[in-house]
């Protein structure tokens, strides 16, 4: 029944590390999202794909490389992990212009 | 350039309090406005939206105005809950910049019994 999953919720790693997250959305959207919450809860956009296609590509370090296979699927890899990439990040889905759905999100720890 | 700003949290109240969390937005064409909540350790999910200008959303006690003449779209509560205790983000989103939503900075709520 779950709309928008993500795996894993929790994810603790050390400086250096290469790390995936997975987003998987049941509800025939077009369009996902990965936006990064930081400790203040300011949410800030990073991509976003429509129909597979990179739509929005906010000034987000290389090092974050997103990847969709399919309309329901939009994963992100991160390189070379950085203390500051410390955020949860959380995946969402929707119809062009209409409402966003959230997953859960990953809470990312980086030591 | 386009954008949303939310007053500051965080706001305490006792329950059954009024509450009003106020939204602004600067947008060059005519947005749909949205509030989401973030409960504790959780996404976000929509509380309410309006697509054009005087729309009223409304959802679970929660209304907001679509007022055009003051690029506002404020939150309002008759008589606030513990339960409503919660992160509120405004956001807009706009036709012509295809998939891109503007969210404010959030309005953290804590309701006191």
């Known amino acids: 029944d779950t709309a928008v999953s993500q795996t894993p919720k929790y994810l603790v790693t050390q400086m250096g590390n290469d790390k995936s997250i997975k987003c998987e959305q049941n509800l025939g959207h077009d369009t996902m999202y990965w936006y990064k919450q930081d400790s203040k809860k300011f949410l800030k956009i990073m991509f976003s794909y429509n129909n597979k296609e990179l739509i929005i590509n906010e000034t987000v370090p290389n090092r974050f490389s997103p990847k969709s296979p399919d309309k329901a699927h939009l994963n992100l890899h991160i390189n070379s992990l950085e203390l500051g990439d410390s955020a949860v990040y959380f995946c969402a889905s929707s119809l062009v212009g209409d409402t966003q759905y959230f997953g859960p999100g990953t809470r990312l720890t980086v030591l | 350039g386009d954008s949303v700003t939310q007053m500051e949290g965080p706001v305490t109240l006792s329950e059954e309090a009024f509450l009003t969390i106020n939204c602004t937005y600067t947008?060059?064409?005519?947005?749909?406005l949205f509030w989401y909540v973030q409960y504790p350790g959780e996404g976000l999910q929509l509380l309410l939206k309006?697509?054009?200008?005087?729309d009223k959303g409304s959802n679970k006690g929660f209304e907001a105005t679509y007022r055009k003449e003051t690029t506002s779209f404020h939150l309002e509560k008759g008589s606030v809950q513990v339960s409503d205790s919660a992160v509120y983000f405004c956001a807009l989103w706009l036709s012509y910049n295809f998939n891109k939503f503007y969210f404010g900075s959030g309005t953290k709520l804590n309701v006191k019994p």
């Open positions: 947008a060059t064409g005519y947005p749909s």
């Open positions: 309006a697509t054009k200008a005087d």
